[in-house]
């Protein structure tokens, strides 16, 4: 009788710990997928996102102006980036699951652009303070930012970096040689590419090459060539001018994302450039 119940007693704590196993794994396996979860939520933040589309109460899908670039940097609760014309900051809070608010008022520089551009830089801002929630592409590179009827309002891709050479730049900004760095309905039409030792591209009218050596940031652009034809279009020539005097005076460069800043011995900007996709 005494074996028998020591055998009872036994197998009642092996089971118990059997038991206790099995709780505790089941409890990791929860704790491990409420982590995906939340790293899910915070899989947003810290990338930088460049819009691709508005989309409007009807269902338009209005792209962003060609030559221009909008993005968003979401982390700590601070909004950063630019809004076509302008730099913006402000910044966000989100909710349960992937309640996300931005909140307003949002700040900015104060650059002058064409009215194009000044327009959509309002309606950005505008969807931003409709903002509700966010959703995730399933493979992390595109965010949709929703209003509170969960419909699409701004769509965003994530943007990679790339490199100074073998891409496309396209001018968003040109030093005017007084100290103000301005953007008007020909800045587009300046371009530049960096491959092999040689920069070139058109300065608005005229195409140009020069020589660069480029390492570690620093830039040195030398040996200036350009065609010689004269544009009747107004600003173009001056355009031009800005930007082949600006490309010679850069010794520095820095790439954000899709940007490119050329810039001067003292750090100041001279042209601002985005990657050309078209």
Same mark, same amino acid.
């Given at each position: $009788?005494?074996?028998? %119940?020591?055998?009872?007693? +036994?197998?009642? /704590?092996?089971?118990?710990?059997?038991?206790?196993?099995?709780?505790? @794994? *089941?409890?990791?396996?929860? #704790?491990?997928?409420? @982590?995906?979860?939340?790293?899910?939520?915070? *899989? $947003?933040?810290?990338s930088p996102w460049q819009l691709k589309h508005f989309v409007t109460a009807t269902g338009e899908i209005i792209p962003v102006l060609e030559g221009t670039a909008i993005d968003a940097v979401f982390a700590n609760g601070k909004?950063?980036?630019?809004?076509?014309?302008?730099?913006?900051f402000g910044s966000f809070k989100l909710k349960e699951k992937t309640g996300l608010s931005v909140v307003s008022p949002i700040g900015s520089t104060m650059m002058a652009c064409s009215p194009a551009i000044n327009e959509q830089e309002r309606r950005y801002f505008d969807f931003l303070a409709k903002v509700d929630a966010y959703q995730l592409g399933e493979n992390g590179h595109s965010l949709v930012l929703l209003n509170k009827e969960g419909k699409s309002l701004l769509e965003f891709d994530a943007l990679l970096p790339v490199a100074l050479e073998n891409t496309p730049w396209q001018a968003t900004g040109v030093n005017n040689g007084k100290g103000a760095v301005v953007t008007d309905k020909n800045t587009p039409l300046a371009v530049a590419t960096f491959a092999g030792g040689i920069v070139q591209g058109k300065s608005g009218c005229n195409r140009f090459s020069a020589v660069y050596t480029a390492e570690s940031g620093n830039l040195s652009i030398t040996a200036v060539k350009s065609t010689r +034809?004269?544009?009747?279009?107004e600003g173009v020539m001056a355009l031009e001018?800005?930007?082949?005097?600006?490309?010679?005076?850069? /010794?520095?460069?820095?790439?954000?994302?899709?940007?490119?800043?050329?810039?001067?011995? #003292?750090? @100041?900007?001279? %042209? @601002?450039?985005?990657r050309q996709t078209q």
């Open positions: $009788m005494g074996a028998w %119940i020591l055998k009872q007693l +036994m197998f009642f /704590v092996i089971f118990q710990l059997l038991i206790g196993c099995a709780t505790q @794994s *089941d409890k990791s396996t929860s #704790d491990a997928i409420q @982590s995906q979860k939340e790293a899910k939520t915070f *899989d $947003m933040q810290d909004l950063t980036g630019r809004s076509g014309c302008n730099r913006y +034809m004269a544009c009747a279009e001018a800005n930007y082949l005097k600006a490309l010679i005076q850069a /010794v520095q460069y820095e790439i954000n994302g899709d940007q490119l800043r050329l810039l001067d011995k #003292d750090g @100041s900007l001279l %042209i @601002s450039f985005i």
